[in-house]
């Protein structure tokens, strides 16, 4: 059985976040952690002033391990753009750990986003930290302007997509490389247009009839 002195705060973060994971937000609750852990109310208030203090911290606790943490690790010479989107998909989709709820954990911290303004505000910031990361890396890796954006935003929407779907085994694991791969290959120049002038030059001309003049 813990003690207020043997746990941490993140052992009652690391629960909170299974309660969160297999029942929703309205399970995180302090008589519901303490039988969790096995301990009294006063372990818990050793720790956090009260019940919101904790869901200020589990949310914050997931932005900077989730997000933070992730993108600091990215950073290193030896990483080409390829590699770097491929390691920093893998990353996302990995964590947290089993010990934070499991895979699922990001899915149900959406849904408690929907509900509430401050942890809505959190996955916000999270949101725009991971966009504009992999905005900068399209841009680092050739692509510029609204390019760019647009191929970071595709990209991290289908990791978002990516965590929904991670409770249905029956579907196939995606080609993260090869998904990679067509995210970076350059678009070509004013393809509009080149189509546009191929159609017209493959349509044949219509020459007027010549008149026959009558005597």
């Known amino acids: 059985m813990g003690t207020k002195q043997t746990l941490t705060p993140e052992d009652w973060i690391k629960a909170a976040f299974k309660l969160l994971t297999s029942s929703g937000p309205k399970a995180i609750r302090v008589d519901y ?4 852990l096995g301990v009294t109310k006063g372990s818990f208030y050793w720790h956090f002033a009260d019940l919101a203090a904790l ?3 589990m949310v914050e606790h997931w932005r900077r391990v989730a997000t ?3 993108i600091a690790s990215m950073v290193s010479p030896e990483l080409s753009p390829r590699d770097l989107f491929i390691r920093f998909i893998e990353d996302i989709l990995d964590v947290p750990t089993r010990e934070y709820g499991g895979p699922m954990t990001e899915v149900a911290i959406r849904h408690w986003a ?3 303004e401050a942890v809505h505000a959190v996955v916000r910031n999270a949101d725009t930290e991971r966009l504009a990361f992999l905005t900068l890396q399209m ?3 050739g692509l510029t302007g609204p390019e760019a954006r647009s191929r970071a935003t595709l990209i ?3 990791l978002v997509g ?3 779907l991670t409770g249905e085994p029956g579907l196939p694991r995606m080609d993260i490389p090869g998904f990679v791969d067509a995210m970076l290959r350059p678009a070509p120049s004013n393809a509009a247009a080149v189509q546009a002038a191929l159609v017209a030059s493959a349509t044949p001309v219509r020459c007027p009839e010549p008149q026959l003049e009558v005597q």
């Open 68 to 70: 933070s943490d992730v």
């Open 162 to 164: 990516l965590k929904q």
């Open 156 to 158: 991290y929407a289908t």
């Open 33 to 36: 952690l303490c039988k969790e």
């Open 114 to 116: 929907a509900g509430d």
């Open 55 to 57: 869901q200020a911290a």
């Open 139 to 141: 841009r680092g890796s």
